[in-house]
T-cell receptor
Framework: GAGVSQTPSNKVTEKGKYVELRCDPISGHTALYWYRQSLGQGPEFLIYFQGTGAADDSGLPNDRFFAVRPEGSVSTLKIQRTERGDSAVYLC?????????????FGPGTRLTVL | KQEVTQIPAALSVPEGENLVLNCSFTDSAIYNLQWFRQDPGKGLTSLLLIQSSQREQTSGRLNASLDKSSGRSTLYIAASQPGDSATYLCAVPNFGNEKLTFGTGTRLTIIP
């Protein structure tokens, strides 16, 4: 079946602009996660949705970052007033279960470059 | 705060050899441990998930072990092939939390 998809695959923007990154999870997966990966590092958690609500947004670095999942499926990560330090690969993951069985499946990522 | 460490950062071995990748974590109150593979410029592919009550999991030439009390996991790759070249990452969710804390990965190169 189809895996997690993310669009766009690459996004180049100028400092100060607004960007939206989209994630389509695996069909039927109730949980959706956003992570950010800088070069040479492991992914870092940003936000986690269970259904439509954000169950944990403790990883969002500041109030320029916001994410929504209005119908419990597709999610959009929104970054306002982008800064050069926001440049990274933004990864989305989804899972069907919680706790010990919570296997997360990742999309290919969106590479964001802020000039 | 959970910290995950993977040593070495890079490893090169000749094709056909068996090898072990290491992962350690500081807080043993975890739900499970997941191993991923990441090819350059790509997303993460889930390889194995070991639940906290399990000691090991196997998938083909891969075998992952978990010693929760000592905060360690190993990923054993048998009969390595050039196609195994990638970065391998381990990650854990702390008990009561679904978010993953990742190590920085081991970049594996299999020499033909």
């Amino acid at each position: 079946g189809a895996g997690v998809s993310q669009t766009p695959s690459n996004k180049v923007t100028e400092k100060g602009k607004y960007v939206e990154l989209r994630c389509d999870p695996i069909s039927g997966h109730t949980a959706l996660y956003w992570y950010r990966q800088s070069l040479g590092q492991g992914p870092e958690f940003l936000i986690y949705f269970q259904g439509t609500g954000a169950a944990d947004d403790s990883g969002l670095p500041n109030d320029r970052f916001f994410a929504v999942r209005p119908e419990g499926s597709v999610s959009t990560l929104k970054i306002q007033r982008t800064e050069r330090g926001d440049s990274a690969v933004y990864l989305c993951a989804s899972s069907a279960r919680q706790g010990t069985d919570n296997e997360q499946f990742f999309g290919p990522g969106t590479r964001l470059t802020v000039l | 705060k959970q910290e995950v460490t993977q040593i070495p950062a890079a490893l090169s071995v000749p094709e056909g050899e068996n090898l072990v990748l290491n992962c350690s974590f500081t807080d043993s109150a975890i739900y499970n441990l997941q191993w991923f593979r990441q090819d350059p410029g790509k997303g993460l592919t889930s390889l194995l998930l070991i639940q906290s009550s399990q000691r090991e999991q196997t998938s083909g030439r891969l075998n992952a072990s978990l010693d929760k009390s000592s905060g360690r996991s190993t990923l054993y790759i048998a009969a390595s092939q050039p196609g195994d070249s990638a970065t391998y990452l381990c990650a854990v969710p702390n008990f009561g939390n679904e978010k993953l804390t990742f190590g920085t990965g081991t970049r594996l190169t299999i020499i033909p």
